[in-house]
């Protein structure tokens, strides 16, 4: 147990829906990150955010909209989604940012998305 | 910009057998280096980071060397086991918050 919880584990939509992926950590950290992980691909980075203000907003398109009401919850809204966004999408967070050279992410284990 | 590359999988191995995943950088600067490891079902964890060229991270048997001359930080164990089947993630943290991953390679270990 990482301290990190993501809901649904496993997530199967119509292009058309609008769903949302949760996620909460337990861990009193100030910087949580949504990851997308594609097969044979390096995870990408999408979202960052620090004390529930966003940081980091990498080239996502807008059928992606993240969602930080306070620093232990962050969601990812979705709609109109695209078959090529099937992917495990991974939550993290760490105590501080810089997140990446100093700062240990705990990473939670994931939902993995299919978009029919 | 910063990012790493890592040896393609699947690797396959035998218990006992001695494990090598190559890493190699390209950064700016002086990156922090790290591993991570995903078990089937689980988010990443950490696995094992060093901070300055030199350093060596080890963790369960697992061993990497930040080596600035050749812009490598290989994942070495001696002696594999079953639990260690699971996906390496080898990363560089950059002067930002940002972690770069690369691609995975996926390690399978059979009894």
């Known amino acids: 147990e990482t301290g990190v919880t993501q809901t649904p584990r496993h997530l199967v939509m119509g292009m058309t829906n609008k769903k949302s992926l949760k996620c909460e950590q337990h861990l009193g950290h100030n910087a949580m990150y949504w990851y997308k992980q594609s097969a044979k691909k390096p995870l990408e980075l999408m979202f960052v955010y620090s004390l529930e203000e966003r940081v980091e907003n990498n080239s996502v398109p807008s059928r992606f909209s993240p969602e930080c009401p306070n620093s232990s919850h962050l969601f990812l809204h979705l709609h109109t989604l695209q078959p090529e966004d099937s992917a495990l999408y991974l939550c993290?967070?760490?105590?501080?940012?810089?997140?990446?050279?100093?700062?240990?992410?705990?990473f939670g284990s994931g939902t993995q998305l299919s978009v029919l | 910009g910063d990012s790493v590359t890592q040896m393609e999988g699947p690797v396959t191995l035998s218990e006992e057998a001695f494990l090598t995943i190559n890493c190699t950088y390209t950064?700016?600067?002086?990156?922090?280096l790290f591993w991570y490891v995903q078990y089937p079902g689980e988010g990443l964890q950490l696995l094992l980071k060093?901070?300055?060229?030199?350093d060596k991270g080890s963790n369960k048997g697992f061993e990497a060397t930040y080596r600035k001359e050749t812009t490598s930080f290989h994942l070495e164990k001696g002696s594999v086991q079953v639990s260690d089947s699971a996906v390496y993630f080898c990363?560089?943290?950059?002067?930002?918050?940002?972690?770069?991953f690369g691609a995975g390679t996926t390690v399978t270990v059979r009894a």
């Open positions: 993290a967070s760490s105590q501080d940012l810089p997140g990446g050279k100093e700062e240990k992410l705990f």
């Open positions: 950064a700016t600067g002086y990156p922090s």
């Open positions: 990363a560089l943290g950059s002067n930002d918050y940002k972690l770069s």
């Open positions: 060093a901070t300055k060229a030199d």
